[in-house]
């Protein structure tokens, strides 16, 4: 009487195999660099390949403490924050805190597979916080980075 439900990346292979997402609609392309902090290797592989490919500078770190690091080092050249809500050590939202201690403009959109109101229950999500559902097709994730370091650039 159980019944188990698949969620599957929906990705594009060209013929040969080779890439994990081939072309994606022109949803816009950016320069910006993006700190992407998620503790799943192939989420984080894919949010990679998906960002480069649309001509981001893509940094990844698989932990809060080495995200704060590369926050620190990257300082100057960093536009947004990409994480994952639910990591060992600390949540995302605390993550974007600490690093906006010291980049307090720095925008974040937070991902999870937990429904938002599981994991930011102090928190009401509104225009201010961007939020993406795991899993979401990748064309979302481009829109939303798009959306989120235009909004920044108009304040």
């Given at each position: 009487?159980s019944r188990f439900?698949?969620?599957?990346?929906r990705?594009?292979k060209?013929?040969s195999g080779?890439?994990l997402?081939?072309?994606?609609?022109?949803?816009?392309?950016?320069?910006?660099?993006?700190?992407?902090?998620?503790?799943?290797?192939?989420?984080?592989?894919?949010?990679?390949?998906?960002?480069?490919r649309?001509?981001?500078?893509?940094?990844?770190?698989?932990?809060p403490?080495?995200?704060?690091?590369?926050?620190?080092e990257?300082a100057a050249d960093?536009r947004?924050?990409?994480?994952?809500?639910?990591?060992?050590?600390m949540t995302g939202y605390?993550?974007a805190?600490?690093?906006g201690?010291?980049?307090?403009?720095l925008?974040?959109?937070?991902?999870s597979?937990?429904a938002?109101d599981?994991?930011?229950?102090d928190?009401?999500?509104?225009e201010?916080?961007?939020?993406?559902?795991?899993?979401?097709?990748?064309?979302?994730?481009v829109?939303?980075?798009?959306?989120?370091l235009?909004?920044r650039?108009?304040?």
């Amino acid at each position: 009487g159980s019944r188990f439900t698949a969620y599957l990346p929906r990705c594009a292979k060209d013929p040969s195999g080779m890439h994990l997402v081939s072309d994606l609609v022109d949803d816009g392309r950016g320069e910006e660099t993006i700190l992407v902090v998620v503790d799943d290797d192939l989420v984080a592989d894919l949010i990679e390949d998906v960002l480069q490919r649309k001509g981001y500078n893509v940094l990844v770190a698989s932990t809060p403490s080495e995200a704060l690091q590369k926050a620190q080092e990257h300082a100057a050249d960093l536009r947004l924050l990409v994480t994952d809500l639910v990591m060992p050590e600390m949540t995302g939202y605390e993550l974007a805190q600490r690093i906006g201690q010291d980049l307090p403009d720095l925008p974040v959109i937070y991902i999870s597979g937990y429904a938002p109101d599981r994991v930011i229950p102090d928190r009401r999500l509104d225009e201010e916080l961007t939020f993406l559902q795991k899993p979401f097709p990748p064309r979302d994730l481009v829109q939303a980075a798009r959306r989120v370091l235009d909004r920044r650039a108009k304040d």
